[in-house]
């Protein structure tokens, strides 16, 4: 019913628009105006709204970016966020007042220029000097800027350190599971079809670089000032992990493994004091939208001091000692070791934000 009131509102309305085109049309048919004919005053019209509309498109955009940049990405809290966002302010410098200078230029010409019966046109074919200028100019700036902007992302995706503490996040619909390498700081072999409900990453039991990896799901934590390398994996669809502070996104791909490292350089505690947010955590997202609950795709990362992270590591249970017991995978055949393996790990997922 509501629709069909709407729908008789709309057809009236744009009678009603008809009936006042028509009218405006006779009454100019009466004063004996001719609506095709442009007068001079309709050109300097013209002219005064372009560079109103020029002035309200630019206080449109310095009100923008006062009042939604802070919206942007938040304060850096990894070592290579610093060059990240020293490449974006440069960028932004550069751009910014070409993009105001030519704004402005565009609206003062458009005035000065706006046809005048006395005006004639200039005939100007070529000028090999301003050719020169602007070809030359912006060659050497947008040069310059990808040059610089290659070598950062070269930094940024070149090889861990040695030194680099190994841990996997694997992605699947909804959630994030952390593996960390343990004491040999090598993550074990894993794969799909290694796969069952006691063993949900896929682990390789018989690597003898699996036994000490310690998976741990609720919070990820990390040390100030050393270098972290992600191994990424996804069990489903593509993912992407989002570390927004880090200034870190790699995609998750079903049937490979991508990576990315890192070095975080202020702790939680001390960006809760820079944001003024006592309950403030950085995190791990879902940056590609992966189904229904994608929204929720998310995962608190603790960022403390070497000690307090080895504290915490070292309280967690090895792959040996917990999840699966060392032995070649047997394939769930009963939907009751399912669930009982269901229920395991949900122990382990609750027990892991108290054990800290
Ligand atoms: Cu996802």
């Known amino acids: 019913m509501i629709n069909l009131l709407i729908a008789i509102v709309i057809i009236l309305a744009v009678i009603v628009l008809a009936k006042v085109v028509r009218v405006f049309e006779l009454s100019t048919d009466l004063k004996g105006d001719n609506p095709a004919e442009i007068t001079a005053s309709d050109n300097k ?24 940049g802070p919206l942007l990405l938040p304060e850096s809290a990894s070592v290579h966020g610093d060059d990240i966002d020293g490449l974006m302010s440069l960028t932004w410098w550069i751009i910014g007042p070409m993009f105001f200078l030519c704004h402005i230029l565009l609206a003062y010409f458009g005035y000065k220029y706006y046809y005048k019966k006395e005006n004639t046109a200039t005939f100007f074919a070529h000028s090999t000097k301003l050719e020169m200028i602007w070809t030359t100019v912006p060659t050497i700036v947008l040069t310059s800027l990808i040059v610089y902007g290659l070598s950062i992302w070269n930094e940024v995706t070149s090889l861990e350190p040695d030194d680099s503490i190994e841990i996997e996040l694997y992605a699947k619909q909804f959630d994030w599971t952390a593996r960390y390498a343990g004491a ?5 072999k894993s794969g799909y079809r290694l796969i069952t409900a006691d063993n949900p990453l ?42 927004p502070h880090f200034r870190l996104q790699m995609n998750c791909v079903p049937g490979m493994t991508t990576q990315f490292h890192m070095v975080p350089k202020t702790t939680t505690k001390e960006m809760r004091e820079i944001t003024g947010n006592p309950e403030f955590n950085y995190l791990l997202l879902c ?15 603790i960022v403390e001091s070497e000690e307090d992270y080895a504290a915490w590591l070292a309280d967690k249970k090895t792959i040996a000692e917990s999840v699966v017991v060392a032995a070649p995978v047997v394939v769930v055949e009963t939907t009751e070791v399912a669930a009982e393996a269901e ?7 609750t027990e892991a934000p108290a054990s800290h």
Not at 48 to 68: D, K, R
Not at 287 to 301: L, P
């Open 343 to 349: 229920v395991s790990t949900e122990e382990e997922h």
């Open 202 to 243: 896929g682990v390789s039991m018989t690597d003898a670089a699996s036994g000490d990896d310690k998976i741990v799901r609720g919070e990820l934590h990390l040390p100030v000032g050393k270098p972290v390398v992600f191994k990424f994996h996804s069990r489903d669809v593509l993912h992407s992990a989002y570390m």
């Open 45 to 68: 019209t013209q002219a005064t709204m372009f560079v109103i509309g020029v002035v309200a498109w630019l206080s449109f955009v310095v009100y923008s970016v006062y009042a939604w």
């Open 184 to 188: 040999d700081n090598v993550l074990g």
């Open 287 to 301: 940056n590609k939208i992966c189904g229904a609950a994608h929204y929720n795709m998310q995962m608190d990362v």
